[in-house]
């Protein structure tokens, strides 16, 4: 029973519980992607269907991390299988603990949303915030959740990225961020070239064929 109802696992070479960072990166990959469609969903399909389907998973998918065992859940099994070929990256089990019942508690508020059938922009607000939390932790590594573990918490072992550890950090240099600037310029850029020579209102004309009818479409307004 106790390797059922377990948070992090006892790898050699480790005295503290671990986590697989892949799995965990993997995962919130999987799940920003289905957020994201359910939520595109809305705004085609006119339904919430997918929206509320996607957060009840989601819901689950974090009790099952706090109180069940992360190994477990189901979209860290489906990351973890993804991953399987990867040799893992573990990373200390406290700081994700935390950050998953932060993910329930913005789970109990969407439980709310759901059961008494509630739409407001609050809504929305909390969905599109889930999004960047995944959207972070997957592309980036970033998680949010244990770098506010850490301002409570000095003595830490080792967090994703290792952020938490108190050391000397490679700086990113000025000419890399220098080079940055100067490819948004190129972008922005662009950008005025495409909507100036391009993009006008005359030139921004489509022929859209629907059920043999043909439309003319400018900046967005068709008329038959």
């Known amino acids: 029973m106790s390797l059922l109802f377990n948070f992090g696992e006892k790898i050699e070479g480790y005295d503290y519980l671990v986590i697989n960072e892949r799995d965990a990166r993997a995962s919130a990959g999987i799940m920003f992607l289905l957020g994201l469609l359910s939520l595109f969903s809305v705004f085609t399909l006119r339904t919430l269907l997918w929206a509320e389907?996607?957060?009840?998973?989601?819901?689950?998918?974090?009790?099952?991390?706090?109180?069940?065992?992360?190994?477990?859940?189901?979209?860290?099994?489906?990351?973890?299988?993804?991953?399987?070929?990867?040799?893992?990256?573990?990373?200390?089990?406290?700081?994700?603990?935390?950050?998953?019942?932060?993910?329930?508690?913005?789970?109990?508020?969407?439980t709310y949303y759901i059961v008494f059938d509630v739409i407001s922009l609050w809504r929305l607000g909390i969905c599109l915030v889930c999004l960047i939390l995944l959207f972070l932790e997957s592309a980036f590594g970033i998680c949010l959740g244990c770098l506010l573990y850490h301002t409570f918490n000095i003595d830490l072992k080792k967090c994703p990225g290792d952020v938490c550890e108190i050391e000397e950090k490679v700086g990113f240099g000025k000419r890399k961020i220098f080079m940055l600037l100067g490819f948004i310029v190129l972008f922005v850029f662009t950008l005025f070239m495409l909507k100036t020579y391009k993009y006008t209102d005359e030139q921004n004309i489509v022929i859209v064929d629907d059920t043999k009818k043909s439309y003319k479409c400018v900046v967005g307004k068709c008329g038959e």
């Open 53 to 110: 389907l996607f957060t009840i998973t989601f819901i689950f998918e974090f009790f099952m991390r706090v109180f069940i065992n992360p190994k477990y859940a189901p979209y860290m099994l489906l990351g973890g299988l993804i991953v399987s070929n990867q040799k893992p990256d573990w990373v200390e089990a406290k700081p994700k603990k935390f950050a998953w019942a932060l993910g329930i508690v913005l789970g109990a508020i969407m």
